[in-house]
């Protein structure tokens, strides 16, 4: 037998060049393994190689790549290519809770539900939720920067936001458990800490396919119990409600009937629930859970709606909210709104949020609020959160305008770590002190309260990162003006023009509204409500040469003669005529 050599090959033969997939496996065994470096939790790398990879354009995306590195699998860029989706099913248990309230018969219950601090969750959900505004606010979502890309910059869901709309702890001890359960090990924790039978549980997690249970199981078990029974029972109880609370409220998946076991664990020791970060966790959870929907082929949406919901009427009460007069400062801000469903389609809601404008936003929502719950310091924690094994980043620094300062260009977003190390997550998680941003990193605050500036340069920046939200919104303009039809004004008309040419022009004017804007909310008008001028003087003069091809408009079309009467025939003009009709009509059959 030929003897081989080094690499593998038989002395003598021609040497065959190695695939794709045998390079890239060798590029694979040269990489440092990542756990051998234990500290880059706690510093994480901002900066990144800017050859590490190579993407290719894609329409509608961003010119550069660095951040967005996923927008060719985002549903924006299947949007750009024409290919549609539904707005997205929701999965809303607000009406669920309402099947399990606890009453005077309950109040042990009830107080071990007010020590854990998710007593609110019960009253401050929403029964219902607006399927066009969720869907088209989740594909204005980035999983790079965790945040919304609005025409006007990023804008996100902050830990602040979690405490004043759900008045839930937001510091406490990170939230972790197994990275999985098997069916078995669920059935053993039911047994365990809900005091079932083998039985019972195991034909519950049957039904649901999954380590689960159902939401009407535990519902149809534990609702009957009340104070008079033994104390086993209510504590049986006490685990049940606050395990269908969670699973109806903070970490709702798209099952929309059922809640993970793994839960369970948190529960228990009871005197403990109270200790934990849930809206860090439930903040985390939300994350995780837009992303996904990011993805063209998902159809749902899960995590707590109520809180996305909430939010955007915190930030957008002119164009979607419709407030509760009957509400008092002291109760969760979920409760100051009633929902409502908005009957427009998706599309309209897209084109709505193209022509939104700075002073059409609420910076700062909760100064009235900030008497009963003050900003709390961690709002400022840059870093991680995380559930269980969803890990995802947390950036203040993006979203400086939300706190009251001026907007800057912020760091590149870090990679979070893997899921499988919590030990040094927790350990970066109870110092959440040393990483909140420091007086220098924020900035100056705004000259005007609720105002959104940001530095000049900054929407510079934003327009070449993001996708384009503004060409987004000189197509909806243009859209206005061609189905317009005849009943809209030739101002209209001509102002639609204007815009649409200074959005796709990036002009001085259109940068300058956006990063310092004025106090007064008239320099922001709308479209239909600027002055408007003459016919634009961008048509006619010839362009420079940074500035995009003039608009051609064509002349009004030309007015047809009427025709002329029949001449006489007996007269000399009509045999002039007829004999030269005559020429020309046998000239043209000689030559054919």
């Not at 496996?25 to 939790?41: G, K």
């Not at 535990?218 to 109880?237: C, E, M, N």
């Not at 959160?385 to 300062?405: A, N, S, T, W």
Request: hydrophobic share 35%; glycine share 4%.
């Amino acid at each position: 037998m030929p003897p081989r050599t080094r690499g593998g090959y038989t002395s003598g033969a021609p040497r065959r060049r190695p695939t794709g997939l045998e390079r890239r496996r060798r590029v694979q065994l040269r990489e440092v393994d990542p756990a051998a470096d234990p500290d880059s939790v706690e510093h994480p790398q901002h900066d990144r190689d800017e050859t590490e990879e190579v993407f290719e354009g894609a329409p509608g995306g961003p010119i550069d790549r660095c951040i967005l590195r996923s927008f060719d699998k985002h549903i924006v860029a299947k949007i750009w290519l024409g290919q549609d989706r539904a707005p997205l099913k929701l999965v809303n248990h607000g009406a669920k809770l309402q099947l399990w309230e606890l009453d005077m018969e309950r109040s042990r219950i009830y107080e071990t539900v007010h020590r854990s601090g998710l007593a609110s969750l019960t009253s401050c959900s929403h029964r219902v939720a607006s399927r066009p505004m969720l869907s088209a606010f989740c594909e204005r979502w980035q999983p790079e920067t965790t945040t919304f890309h609005m025409p006007f910059g990023d804008m996100t869901i902050t830990l602040d936001d979690v405490a004043s709309i759900l008045h839930i702890p937001v510091t406490g001890s990170m939230i972790s458990f197994s990275q999985s359960l098997h069916v078995d090990d669920a059935n053993a924790l039911l047994v365990e800490l809900l005091g079932t039978t083998d039985v019972e549980a195991s034909r519950d997690t049957e039904h649901c396919r999954s380590p689960s249970v159902r939401l009407l199981w535990l519902r149809d078990h534990f609702s009957t119990i009340t104070d008079a029974s033994s104390d086993d029972d209510i504590v049986f109880a006490t685990r049940a409600f606050l395990l269908h609370l969670v699973g109806c409220t903070l970490f709702a998946d798209k099952s929309a009937t059922s809640v993970a076991v793994v839960y369970l664990e948190l529960f228990r020791d009871l005197s403990m629930v109270g200790s934990y970060a849930w809206g860090a966790a439930c903040l985390a959870y939300l994350y995780r859970q837009l992303t996904t929907a990011t993805r063209f082929e998902v159809r749902q949406l899960g995590g707590y709606l109520t809180l996305l919901q909430a939010w955007i009427y915190e930030h957008f009460p002119e164009m979607f909210s419709s407030p509760d007069m009957s509400y008092t400062e002291s109760r969760p801000r979920a409760l100051r709104w009633r929902p409502q469903v908005i009957p427009d389609c998706s599309q309209s809601v897209r084109e709505r949020l193209d022509r939104l404008q700075i002073s059409e936003v609420c910076w700062e929502p909760y100064v009235d609020h900030r008497a009963e719950h003050p900003l709390p310091d961690i709002a400022w924690y840059s870093g991680c959160i995380k559930c269980g094994q969803v890990v995802e980043p947390y950036h203040p620094e993006r979203v400086l305008r939300q706190f009251g300062y001026i907007q800057t260009i912020p760091p590149r977003p870090f990679t979070p770590p893997r899921p499988d190390r919590s030990i040094l997550l927790e350990q970066y998680w109870e110092r959440w002190t040393d990483h909140v941003l420091i007086d220098q990193s924020r900035g100056r605050r705004c000259q005007y309260s609720g105002s959104g500036e940001s530095v000049p340069e900054y929407m510079a920046w934003y327009d070449r990162i993001s996708h384009h939200i503004r060409a987004a919104r000189a197509l909806t303009l243009l859209r206005h003006v061609i189905f317009g039809g005849r009943e809209q004004s030739v101002d209209v008309f001509w102002g639609a023009l204007n815009e649409a040419h200074g959005i796709l022009a990036g002009s001085d004017e259109t940068s300058a509204s956006h990063s310092t804007p004025s106090p007064a909310p008239a320099s922001h008008s709308t479209p239909s409500s600027r002055p408007f001028f003459s016919p634009p003087t961008f048509v006619y003069p010839p362009p420079a040469s940074d500035d995009p091809p003039p608009l051609i408009v064509p002349p009004p079309p030309a007015a047809v003669a009427p025709p002329a009467p029949a001449a006489d025939p007996s007269s000399p003009a009509a045999d002039c005529t007829a004999s030269t009709t005559v020429y020309v009509r046998s000239k043209r059959k000689k030559k054919t």
